[in-house]
């Protein structure tokens, strides 16, 4: 990324990104650092966390590195609290934590399965978002990350399918329920070559096919959902409010 042509729509303020170690959620952090932002980066090992905040300070970004397991009460009042005692204040939230634990049908999914999907992937967005609140300045903004799936979960991805529509929901109803002071919107990837989609992306034949089904003939880029999410945290998105914004590179039948 060239950081000479990047924005400053973020100096001044404070912004919390969740996962944040690899893949999209690192994406997003260097995104909104490179345009001012002190990013407060997190995930479950500290060691990724080292690295990742390694990383970010050689670019010259300002970072407050912690390490929190998003079902974790007590890691994410940490991770909140350490912000505000660095920072005194938070303006941007993204919540991009997700897990695909299981590859089976709804109905042969174990119990304990089902309850990681909704608490990793549903519940720890809602339980993060109740603790920031009170810190969240007037002008604020919440990222959440849901998934093209969400729209038509797969049989190979049912549950994690479903899991994303409840977050495209959690957008509108969070959106009327914090505003007018802050805004959520969702930013929706299709497939993005990550750690996460490896069994996908490493088999050519499946890429291949999927690539063929996109106007725009390639996945997307982690850049590509960090530019997203960075249009949708800045002033310049100032009117827009519990919108889902699809990156999918022109494959879907939604209007
Ligand atoms: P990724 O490259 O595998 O990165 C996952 C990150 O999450 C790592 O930093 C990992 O670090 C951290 N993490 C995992 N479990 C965590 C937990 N319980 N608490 C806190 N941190 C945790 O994944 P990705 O592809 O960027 O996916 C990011 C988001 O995009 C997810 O919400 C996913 O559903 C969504 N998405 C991805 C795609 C895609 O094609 N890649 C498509 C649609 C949606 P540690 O191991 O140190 O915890």
Redesign the pocket.
Known sequence: MDKAKLGKRFEGKVAIV?????????SIAERLGLEGASVVI????QQ??DEAAEKLRAKGIEVLAVV????NAQQRKNLIGKTIQKYGKIDVVVS????NPSLDPILKIQNSILDKLWE?NVKSTILLLKDVAPYLQKGSSVVL????VGYNPPPTMAMYGVT?TAVLGLTKALASEMAPNTRVNCVV????P????AFLTNNDAAREKVEGNKLIRRCGT?EDMAAAAAFLASDEASYITGENLVLAGGVSSRL
């Open positions: 969740t996962a944040s170690t690899q893949g999209i959620g690192f997190s995930s479950r090992k990724n966390v929190c397991h998003v079902s991009n934590a997700a897990v990793i990350i849901s998934s093209l994303k990837p299709g497939l993005v990550t750690h996460f989609t982690t």
